[in-house]
T-cell receptor, first 115, second 112 residues
Framework: ETGVTQSPTHLIKTRGQQVTLRCSSQ?????VSWYQQALGQGPQFIFQ???????GRGNFPPRFSGLQFPNYSSELNVNALELDDSALYLC??????????????FGPGTRLTVT | EDQVTQSPEALRLQEGESSSLNCSYT??????LFWYRQDPGKGPEFLFT???AGEEKEKERLKATLTKKESFLHITAPKPEDSATYLC?????????????FGSGTRLQVQP
């Protein structure tokens, strides 16, 4: 196991609602990235945080936002949920130096269903 | 725009029947190419990182290789427990971020 944890495991929300997903990074890692994975597809990059600031964003609208805390835990917030937001949301943590500086280790994911 | 294409989409093998999975990529300055294994409903599990053409890495029955345009994941004498989706991803070296661009994966089924 990677040491990256996510909560909750599953979540069901109604269209238009807001949701917060949480991630706890692996010890020693200082970057956290969030990905969205639709069924049958590879993960898509949402954004990355480093030293509590957003450090790159993929093609996702501003209603997807995040936070990174001093203890390297992180949140993904999605406002005004749409049906297409139904997916597996993955958190990945990584380092910025040493032999693992480019590697990212994923958590188990949160399955979000929007009805 | 970085792109990753994996083939085949699905592969069914008999136990012990060796094969290879392909990952073709275009990226503006490759920082690294990554292979992950993903079981249904779970997060991707890190397997390998490759950094330069000609590099090879092995782990148990798996061996990953890299050229300037593609990577192969060779599976030797697979077992049913190797059944999973195998994901390939690239990381561009021209930005400070470490975003991964993934392919859609190859779903491998190994039958006993």
């Amino acid at each position: 196991e990677t040491g990256v944890t996510q909560s909750p495991t599953h979540l069901i929300k109604t269209r238009g609602q807001q949701v917060t997903l949480r991630c706890s990074s692996q010890s020693g890692h200082n970057t956290v990235s969030w990905y969205q994975q639709a069924l049958g597809q590879g993960p898509q990059f949402i954004f990355q945080y480093y030293r509590e600031e957003e450090n790159g964003r993929g093609n996702f609208p501003p209603r997807f936002s995040g936070l990174q805390f001093p203890n390297y835990s992180s949140e993904l917030n999605v406002n005004a949920l749409e049906l297409d937001d139904s997916a597996l949301y993955l958190c990945a943590s990584g380092g910025t130096s040493g032999p693992i500086r480019n590697e990212q280790y994923f958590g188990p994911g949160t399955r979000l269903t929007v009805t | 725009e970085d792109q990753v294409t994996q083939s085949p989409e699905a592969l069914r093998l008999q136990e012990g029947e060796s094969s290879s999975l392909n990952c073709s990529y275009t990226v503006s300055g490759l920082r690294g190419l990554f292979w992950y294994r993903q079981d249904p409903g779970k997060g991707p599990e890190f397997l390998f990182t490759l950094y330069s053409a000609g590099e090879e890495k092995e782990k148990e029955r798996l061996k990953a290789t890299l050229t300037k345009k593609e990577s192969f994941l060779h599976i030797t004498a697979p077992k049913p427990e190797d059944s999973a989706t195998y994901l390939c991803a690239v990381q561009a070296g021209d930005t400070g971020r470490r975003a991964l661009t993934f392919g859609s994966g190859t779903r491998l089924q190994v039958q006993p």
